[in-house]
């Protein structure tokens, strides 16, 4: 198993301690995990101690700990981006969808805002800065794909007709999708995305990925192993981790 989608400072509630990290890495270890990444928002950049992450793992070495960024995808500001992400050697970088335009449609207190959406023209909205930054090329992985669902606002049209650009970007572009579990813990309560987008990308030959996206080291590995069997289910055999930014394939059945 493996866990690509951990932020260390959680909603910067916490700082970078080895004792933090280690949290996360006891917690990675006794559940058998082959990889954990760390993937704070970039947007905490001020607070984030990538070093402090590569010392610490020392003290584990049966267990391969990347450093990832999980980067909001913004419209116009790819340059800005692209900076920020040659700053420092990471592992692996998350392309992510939290705003449309200035607004910032995953935060509790919007919910109401998604409801005064047509909810196809939402959907759109949405998949379009999706394809968007998956066609970037600043991005190794496209994380929570259909995060507008997140209050449960659901299209009129077939969701896969919806996302279908921006899933040819994701493939043509050799990015990896992310199973991202925490998508249950919302008010959709499903997993990100859901299982018939899933099975379109593994159609699709599209690679995958995993995260739990934790906020806090009890949820590393959080229902990881369920996504396993989706995939397992799918016929997919590979699964992907991440080194400098390339990709590492591992066999299903071993993780
Ligand atoms: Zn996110
Ligand atoms: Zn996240």
Redesign the pocket.
Known sequence: MLDL???LLGHLDREATPENIGEFLDRAQALGLKQIGF???DTYWENLNFELIRKRAKDYPQLQVRVGL?VDYREGKEEEINKMINSYPFDYI?G?VHQIGDWCFDFSEEEPKHWQWEADDLYRAYFRLVEKAAASGLFDII??LDLIKIYKVRPRTDVRVLAARALEAVKDCDLVLEI?T?GRYKPVQEFYPEYKLVELASRMEILFTL?S?A?AAPYVGRDIKEACQWLNELGVKKIVGFKERRMEKFDLQDV
Do not use: R, T, Y
Request: without cysteine; aromatic residues 0%.
């Open positions: 989608h951990v932020h993937a704070d928002h999980e998350i992510s994380g929570h991202n925490n995260g996206d906020h």
